[in-house]
């Protein structure tokens, strides 16, 4: 079993920044993939970012040149700087591990809103 936890979400205005953190726990072999999703209200919880152990990363047209993911393997986490934020980007962040005999594991979610 994998526990998955997200943290560094709140309230920022239109053109500032945060960074997302998430770390996996548990009975890890490896960790081939590690990506940020979101979901807004009312929408389907849609694909961010994410990067594989190799650090070959695949972006949302939507945030492209704006998010950076990152991960560090041996801390079993995985970074989402999030730069020149848009209202648009107002949603749940989750993050999704994808292991070895787990499969994915998702977290509980980080709330990221983007208000003046």
């Known amino acids: 079993q994998v526990k998955v936890v997200e943290s560094g979400g709140g309230l920022v205005q239109p053109g500032g920044s945060l960074r997302l953190s998430c770390a996996a726990f548990?009975?890890?072999?490896?960790?081939?993939?590690m990506g940020w999703y979101r979901q807004a209200p009312g929408k389907q919880r849609d694909l961010v970012a994410t990067?594989?152990?190799?650090?070959?990363?695949h972006y949302a047209d939507s945030v492209k040149g704006r998010f950076t993911i990152s991960r560090d393997n041996a801390k079993n986490t995985v970074y989402l700087q999030m730069n020149n934020l848009k209202p648009e980007d107002t949603a749940v962040y989750y993050c999704?591990?994808?292991?070895?005999?787990?499969?994915?594991?998702w977290g509980q979610g980080t709330a990221v809103t983007v208000s003046s």
């Open positions: 999704a591990v994808d292991s070895t005999g787990v499969g994915r594991s």
């Open positions: 990067i594989t152990r190799a650090a070959n990363t």
């Open positions: 548990g009975n890890i072999f490896s960790i081939y993939i």
